[in-house]
């Protein structure tokens, strides 16, 4: 008998080469350490398929796998499980939150039904000392106002064309952008600001939300106006869009699913 | 002609051992490392004094320190002055977020009317994959209203000396607590809790917040209750409180001044 759970991980991408196992396991990437810890405490060999790749450098606070695993020498409830796997992924900044059973049908990537990403930039003078690694640092004052106005255009069903990388494999560049909120909080005593960008589809081009974000940096920056990005959408041309965000700032916050 | 200088400084404690410079340099300490970087930028030795120690692992958002700075060899406005000690503090995870001129009787210890720290507990089954070194991990649900309830009790002017280290050197136990308050919210799409401590005083004996919160832990395990914290306070003797937290989770938040 064959059980599918539905697994919720949380990581720091920082030190990997992404999502995506790479052929023998080197660089190392999420899939490829969590795919040996779940052989290492289960003996089976797997395939951890997650809710979508995630590039090198990004993390996620709530991506959605699922994994089948076989009979197991013993019965495990899913949270022994979780634990399980956790046991071999430490020390590594890799964990599972949670494993539930789900039905065979479930599918991770192909169930999702929206997906919700958060950019983080720390706008302020000095580099950042706690959350290296978790920021874009941008030393420029950003007018914040302005990139929500701008962020507004992008809205909807469009050919995101100008937002995906050249590299992008989708056979379709049409998404349907539902949620793209910019905004900011104080974040330190030195007058800093974090500026957190909300982004929700129901599935995103490679790279779609660092290029959306590069170029809201535009705006911030007081270079392109909001009908400079409704410009640069409509030209349907990576090369009219803006710059590609780093993929420090980006986190895979969550995925909902029906 | 010396100016004073008030600084205002980020740190990611982790990897250093506390702010306190260590005889001939090592280990590495935040005062002996921005001491450096002042000398390199300027030639000069100096004391770089701040609000107060903190212990090894133990982070700031915003630490302040007073410096004072004989005459440049070519003068310098006070934001060139943070900058030129963050270039030689970079890639270190410590920042000056700003220096502003300061009146020579500017004391960042003896000037300080309120300190402020940040205690911040991850409460879920899975270790931190995001925050390691960030956060105090504790496995058994807390109760967060009770420990919320018992730390009111601490309120005050109190002889602490239940919750300073044996090693504190302060000649007096006597403190003035006006802020202990514990809070929650949501973590991860996982259902973990992150649980905060608010702590404020005009000053702290030695490890007197972290011991606060351990003393806080055991109530919200169900162990103590409110009573049992008075009590504990009452024998003033170290031996009658609870753990020391580690580290990690603390964070000296900001000092004020007049």
Same sequence: chains 1, 2.
């Avoid at 080469?17 to 490829?32: K, L, S, V």
């Avoid at 990004?58 to 013993?74: F, K, N, P, S």
């Avoid at 495990?76 to 979780?82: G, N």
């Avoid at 982004?199 to 909001?226: D, I, P």
Wanted: glycine share 8%.
């Amino acid at each position: 008998m064959t059980q599918r759970y539905r697994l919720t991980i949380e990581y720091n991408g920082s030190d990997y080469a992404g999502w995506q196992r790479q052929e023998n396991g080197r660089p190392q990437t999420i899939q490829g350490e969590i795919e040996k810890a779940v052989k290492a405490f289960s003996g089976q060999d797997t395939t951890v398929q997650s809710s979508g790749r995630t590039d090198a450098g990004v993390h996620a606070y709530g991506q959605i796998a699922h994994v089948d695993l076989e009979d197991l020498t013993r019965p495990m409830q899913p949270f022994e499980i979780a634990k399980a796997i956790n046991a071999h992924l430490y020390p590594q900044p890799i964990c599972i939150l949670s494993a539930e059973p789900a039905p065979d049908d479930f599918h991770a990537r192909f169930s999702a039904k929206n997906k919700r990403y958060i950019y983080r930039i720390l706008n302020r003078q000095a580099f950042p000392a706690i959350e290296r690694g978790f920021v874009w640092h941008i030393r420029r004052p950003l007018d914040v106002p302005a990139m929500q106005e701008a962020a507004q255009v992008l809205l909807g069903h469009h050919d995101f064309t100008t937002f995906r990388d050249s590299e992008c494999q989708a056979q379709n560049p049409m998404r349907t952008l539902d949620r793209l909120d910019v905004s900011a909080r104080e974040y330190d005593t030195g007058g800093g600001i974090e500026i957190r960008i909300a982004a929700e589809a129901k599935s995103f081009l490679h790279h779609m939300v660092r290029n959306l974000v590069g170029t809201l940096t535009l705006v911030g920056e007081g270079k392109w106006s909001a009908a400079d990005v409704t410009e640069a959408l409509e030209a349907k041309d990576r090369c009219a869009g803006g710059p590609t965000a780093p993929a420090a700032g980006l986190f895979l916050e969550r995925v909902d699913y029906e």
